[in-house]
């Protein structure tokens, strides 16, 4: 599944510290043990379930709506699954795993609540274009169910009205943000930095690095730049509105 399918699986702003425990060397380990990660699948989630006996039901309660332990567990196996694919010792990071995701699913509860209280409408063909979209990505009635139940849905009936949800949240970001604008001297500081970077990269390794000139580098290193200044104005805007609501965590 691409990105924009996961993008609706795993919330706005579900960013985990746990993806800075795995380098660029876990990548040939999680190829090596691609089967053997398959096979544990189940196994895996037997013991996911057991871990989460201890975790409250309701996880969080947002401005009066309930955060239920299954969304919780829901999205703890699927982000334990993944990171464990990447060799990255989950239990090692279980607490902070388990804030940023409660974290993320409060986040992600108001964002909802705030664009539907501000009125966003949502074309059906949006709708219906974005339900497309994600059956052609899912290549299997297997991936669909997984995708269905990480999301908290028990049948593809709910999966339209969500995709409703999301595009509504996707708008009001819109509307509450500014288009993000990259200069040109950022632009040659980051062109600068990653230079460094791969100087450095290249003196350790002792291999020669093909170092892109910057005309090559800035559209990528532009989109870069710009995603990261969108991502800083989203979690201004989530703090405000956190700000405004009240919410209880109960983990």
Known sequence: MNRKVWAIALGLLLVLALAACSGDEDKDAQNDNQ???EEQTEENKDTTNEENNDVPDPVAVVNGEEISKEQFTNQYNAMKQQYEGM???VEENKAQLQENIVNSLVDSELLVQYAKQAGINVDDQEVEKQYE???????SEEQMQEFLKVNNMSSEDELKPRIKE??????????QTDQAEVSDQELQEEYDKMVGQMEEQAEQSDQEQDIPS???AKPQLEEQLKQTKEQEQ??????????DSEIKVNM
């Open 35 to 37: 089967g053997e990660n």
């Open 87 to 89: 060799g990255v010792n």
């Open 133 to 139: 979209e994600i059956k052609g990505q899912l290549e």
């Open 166 to 175: 999301q595009l509504q949240v996707e708008k009001y970001v819109e509307e």
């Open 214 to 216: 910057f005309e090559e």
């Open 234 to 243: 989203i979690q201004e805007l989530v703090k405000k509105l956190r700000d």
